[in-house]
């Protein structure tokens, strides 16, 4: 079955820059979507179609790709930022939905 | 703003048949542009796509779910429903509900989602 990638954690202190990245075969093909989760709470779509920006996300956030892997950036990141983060996609016929593992951002 | 909120038992019996239900508010369930979807957050794990039901009625399970699933829509009571059978302690997680949109066959996202509800399967 096809697989999503993300690195398990990240880590960056207030004011860098954060990247998480998201590898998939079927990403040259496929859009891209991130979504933002803090606990208890549900997921909040923060970049789709690769690299756009729905209404209400900072403009912090910004999403790229290159080849087989998808590019999610928060710059200047805050301590709100803290959360975990999962790039979404779709398999070869763009009907199945597929999750990457998940990353932690820790803001130290 | 649509809205949407699941309900349904918190504790299952393992073997029996987990049931619940999204309500849709503040928009329209029979928009072709939508797309109903169910999502699971297992215990400190990740997130597992479910299915998608459109308003015809047509479905798209997750193969791993596919024999023990069955995803229904209500346009009527603007309401779509999952019903997982034969549950295990596997099946315990927090269940969403979601409203999904398709990016003219590409692929297909979220950008809605219910708070989510929790399930637990135990005797």
């Known amino acids: 079955s096809y697989e999503l990638t993300q690195p398990p954690s990240v880590s960056v202190s207030p004011g860098q820059t954060a990247r998480i990245t998201c590898s998939g075969g079927?990403?040259?093909?496929?859009?891209a979507y991130w979504y933002q989760q803090k606990p208890g709470q549900a997921p909040v779509l923060v970049i789709y179609?690769?690299?756009e920006r729905p209404s209400g996300i900072p403009e912090r956030f910004s999403g790229s790709s290159s080849g087989t892997t998808v590019t999610l950036t928060i710059s200047g990141v805050q301590a709100e930022d803290e959360a975990d983060y999962y790039c979404?996609?779709?398999?070869?016929?763009?009907?199945?939905?597929?999750f990457g593992g998940g990353t932690k951002l820790t803001v130290l | 703003q649509v809205q949407l909120q699941e309900s349904g038992p918190g504790l299952v019996k393992p073997s029996q048949t987990l049931s619940l239900t999204c309500t849709v508010s503040?928009?329209?369930?029979?928009?072709?542009?939508?797309?109903w979807s169910w999502i699971r957050h297992h215990p400190g794990k990740g997130l597992e796509w479910i299915g998608y039901?459109?308003?015809?009625?047509?479905?798209y399970y997750n193969p791993s779910l596919k024999s023990r699933l069955t995803i229904s829509v209500d346009t009527s009571k603007t309401q779509f429903s999952l019903k997982l059978s034969s549950v295990t302690a596997a099946d315990t997680a927090v269940y969403y509900c979601?409203?999904?949109?398709?990016?003219?066959?590409?692929?297909?996202?979220?950008?809605?989602w219910g708070q989510g509800t929790l399930v637990t399967v135990s005797s």
């Open positions: 979601a409203r999904g949109k398709d990016t003219g066959g590409n692929s297909k996202y979220f950008d809605s």
């Open positions: 079927e990403l040259p093909k496929r859009y």
């Open positions: 039901i459109y308003y015809s009625g047509t479905t």
């Open positions: 503040g928009g329209s369930i029979s928009s072709g542009a939508y797309y």
């Open positions: 179609k690769d690299s």
């Open positions: 979404q996609s779709a398999d070869s016929v763009g009907i199945y939905v597929v």
